[in-house]
């Protein structure tokens, strides 16, 4: 059985990330995307343990990663996700509430 990533000591992360960014770069050489999609959602979740949920605070908001223009506001961490909505470049806060791992999380705005 495996282990979870909640389970893995930081440097067990850190070897299981290197590891995927290997897995990434091959997938896009042959231009595989959806596995190339499915080992970047997997690196992000390893990545997502490597930081503090809380460094993370309810009512912020946040660039995302890899998703220019959009922000992200916080309404509550639950684990290593953050819970809360998308920003648009209008300002205007989508109306579905979604669970995001802090790890897409950038710069506090």
């Known amino acids: 059985m495996e282990k979870r990533y909640s389970e893995f ?4 992360l850190r070897d299981e990330v290197s590891k995927l960014k290997e897995k ?7 231009g595989n995307i959806s596995e190339y999609a499915i080992i ?5 979740m390893a ?9 993370y605070k309810k009512e ?3 660039e995302l990663q890899g998703d ?8 509550y961490i639950n684990g290593v996700f953050a819970w809360g909505h998308r920003i648009n470049l209008l300002g205007q806060k989508y109306d579905k509430q979604e669970a995001l791992p802090i790890s897409v999380l950038g710069n506090k705005k």
């Open 40 to 44: 970047e959602r997997k690196m992000q």
């Open 24 to 30: 990434l770069l091959k997938a896009e050489q042959v």
């Open 9 to 12: 000591t930081v440097e067990e």
């Open 68 to 75: 220019p223009g959009q922000t992200f506001q916080i309404d």
């Open 60 to 62: 912020e908001t946040y």
């Open 47 to 55: 990545l997502a343990y490597t930081l503090n949920p809380k460094d």
